[in-house]
C-alpha cells in the first residue's frame, strides 16, 4: 500500500479502490481510473501512480507514459479554482499582463502553484477563444470574464471566496 502523506488520504485511497473494484475487471480502464484518480486526489502524485499501477497490475512505466502524454493529467497540485489567464495577442495588447500581476499579487502565488489553502492556481494560457472580450479570464471550466481590469480582480475572487 502506498504511505499515506495527507490527512484524509487514508480515504482517498480507499475512494479510488472502491471505483477500481468496480471496473477493473473491464478492458482499457487505466485512463478512466486516472481520471478519477485525478478527480479525488487533484493530481496525479507518485504515489497514487503507484498505487493505480499496483491495482490494475500494469507497470508504473505504462501509468507514468499515459499521465504524461495527456495534457488533462497533471502530477502537480493545482487549486481547487483553476484561474486561466489569457496571455493571447489580443489579450496581451489589451493589459492581460496586468491581470496576471495582480492575480499573483493577491493571492500571494506565482503562477502553476496553488495557494496555501489549495483554494486558487492561476495559469497562462495562449487563447481561450473570446478575443472579442480581451483581456479574459477563465475560472473552472465554465466561468468567462471578459474585459477585465486590474481593478475587477478582488471582486471576481471574492465570489469564489464566499462561495467556500
Do not use: W
Amino acid at each position: 500500500m502506498s504511505v499515506v502523506k495527507c490527512p484524509d488520504c487514508e480515504n482517498l485511497f480507499a475512494e479510488l479502490d472502491r471505483y477500481i473494484d468496480s471496473v477493473k475487471d473491464n478492458t482499457g480502464v487505466l485512463i478512466n481510473v486516472l481520471h478519477k484518480a485525478q478527480e479525488i486526489f487533484g493530481y496525479l502524485s507518485e504515489e497514487v501512480q503507484q498505487h493505480v499501477s499496483e491495482k490494475l497490475n500494469v507497470p508504473l512505466s505504462q501509468v507514468y507514459g499515459v499521465v504524461t502524454f495527456y495534457n488533462f493529467f497533471t502530477m502537480k497540485p493545482k487549486g481547487k479554482h483553476q484561474i486561466r489567464v489569457c496571455l493571447g495577442t489580443a489579450c496581451y495588447v489589451k493589459g492581460a499582463d496586468k491581470i496576471m500581476e495582480r492575480l499573483q499579487d493577491e493571492l500571494g502565488v506565482p503562477m502553476n502553484q496553488p495557494t496555501a489553502d489549495g483554494k486558487f492556481s492561476i495559469h497562462a494560457v495562449r487563447c481561450l477563444g473570446a478575443c472579442s472580450m480581451a483581456p479574459v479570464v477563465l475560472i473552472g471550466e465554465d466561468d468567462y470574464y471578459g474585459r477585465v481590469t486590474p481593478d475587477e480582480v478582488s471582486k471576481i475572487l471574492d465570489k469564489y471566496r464566499r462561495a467556500e
